[in-house]
């Protein structure tokens, strides 16, 4: 198809010589011969705006050639003048990866902006331009046109352009200008509402955070609005402050100090899971959300039945699948049940592959970490325990495992009803 070189129609030589000589239809049919057009080209007759090369066609100026072959061109592609004058946005909108990733982040509904931007209504101004200028044409038509345009289509594409020609010329100036910032409001994410804008009211908010009084955000609040009414700021309230506070990480150990601040900010080194059995194993004592009677003789003979009994569970977990390698129950947690779960885990290894075989790695927690160490690494090829409390995959095993099995249970503490008396004696404890 015809286009635009350095400000001119230019046809390629494949378009003016492309098809069959002896076709009677005009649109098969090659505009010129291949021997025709060396004849004009080595008597200068047209003129070549630029030479062809590998993968870059030979251009010639479509006002340079003769009348009928001008006629022949019309003929088989129309008139090269009007059919580029005539530049549709749908045709020219294109999508803009760059600007759809930039823009999805200043979008509420997370859809981001279309993909008609500012890049097709600049390419269709440069086209129009060159189109009226090479028909001795004035160009101060050209913005009104193109606007006119651009609101024809505008609900199409979703669209958020200036309808006035005026504006948008200025957007599109200010666009080739700052780029896709240039599309973003000043007034998103209510900038302008912000009460704490300045670099001392910044610092003066933050400090007062992260006090190691652990403040509540009304006091906060309060104190920060003493200064603030000197110093002519505006007030704030204890949401604002809740806000920042979120926003300031550095505050975190001055409020809640050094380990809440590890559990929960500090932890940055995301795992993946074993990718194989007996790769890593994990082991946690668990006070059960099961709920038991046992019936004690108190000081004056008399027989007590208390109902609040929860047994204790200390569970050897796989990760690889959450499949229980080994447990142990008891009343309460300590080193010889934990001893009876790895005792137990390796019966069942051998149950299942017909051999002892240890775990590349263990996790635990720090629970008689000086009475356990040697009895884990004899256990494990690399003995790891816990750095923070948060640390063990076991614990959010324990919490699913509550919510979709024990609480089916009538003594589940998350149940209400009568909790069933079953005896200590009957449970099985040891």
């Excluded at 500012?118 to 038509?141: F, K």
Aim: hydrophobic share 35%.
């Amino acid at each position: 198809m015809p286009e635009y070189y350095k400000n001119t129609i230019c046809l390629s030589y494949g378009e003016l010589t492309a098809g069959d000589p002896k076709a009677g239809d005009v649109e098969k049919a090659p505009v010129m011969t291949v021997v025709i057009y060396r004849h004009l080209y080595n008597r200068n007759q047209v003129t070549v705006l630029r030479r062809g090369c590998y993968g870059t066609p030979t251009l010639i100026e479509y006002r340079s050639l003769p009348l009928r072959f001008k006629e022949r061109v019309c003929a088989k592609y129309g008139d090269p003048e009007r059919s580029l004058l005539k530049c549709d946005l749908r045709n020219m909108a294109v999508k803009d990866l760059k600007a759809e990733a930039f823009h999805q982040g200043y979008s509420f509904d997370g859809r981001g902006f279309d993909r008609l931007t500012p890049e097709a209504v600049m390419a269709l101004y440069d086209r129009r331009t060159m189109a009226w200028r090479s028909r001795n044409g004035s160009t101060r038509e050209v913005w009104p046109v193109i606007s006119r345009e651009l609101n024809a289509v505008q609900a199409e594409f979703g669209c958020r352009l200036p309808e006035n020609a005026v504006s948008l010329r200025r957007k599109v100036a200010l666009y080739r200008e700052q780029g896709y910032a240039s599309l973003i409001s000043k007034k998103h994410g209510n900038a302008n509402g912000r009460k704490v804008k300045s670099r001392e009211q910044d610092a003066l908010l933050t400090e007062l955070i992260g006090y190691g009084g652990n403040l509540n955000f009304e006091r906060i609040a309060e104190m920060y609005n003493t200064v603030a009414s000197r110093m002519n700021w505006p007030a704030v309230t204890a949401a604002t402050v809740s806000n920042h506070a979120q926003k300031k990480a550095c505050t975190h150990p001055g409020r809640h100090g050094a380990k809440e601040y590890f559990n929960s900010r500090a932890m940055q080194v995301k795992r993946s899971g074993p990718t194989c059995p007996l790769y890593f194993w994990t082991s946690d004592g668990w006070d059960t959300e099961l709920l038991y009677a046992e019936k004690k003789t108190n000081r004056d003979g008399h027989s007590v039945t208390t109902y609040h009994h929860r047994p204790n569970v200390v569970l050897l977990l796989d990760p690889f699948n959450n499949y229980i390698i080994g447990y142990a129950i008891g009343t309460n947690e300590s080193a010889a049940l934990i001893r009876q779960v790895y005792r137990n885990a390796m019966e069942h290894v051998r149950e299942l592959f017909g051999g002892y075989y240890k775990p590349w790695q263990i996790q635990t927690d720090n629970y008689q970490k000086k009475n356990l160490k040697p009895f884990y690494e004899a256990c494990t090829q690399y003995y790891t325990p816990a750095a923070v409390g948060n640390a063990k995959v076991i614990e959010p095993f324990f919490h699913r495992w509550n919510d979709e099995c024990f609480r089916l249970f009538r003594n589940s503490s998350g149940i209400r009803g009568e909790i069933p008396k079953v005896p200590a004696a009957e449970r099985g404890l040891h």
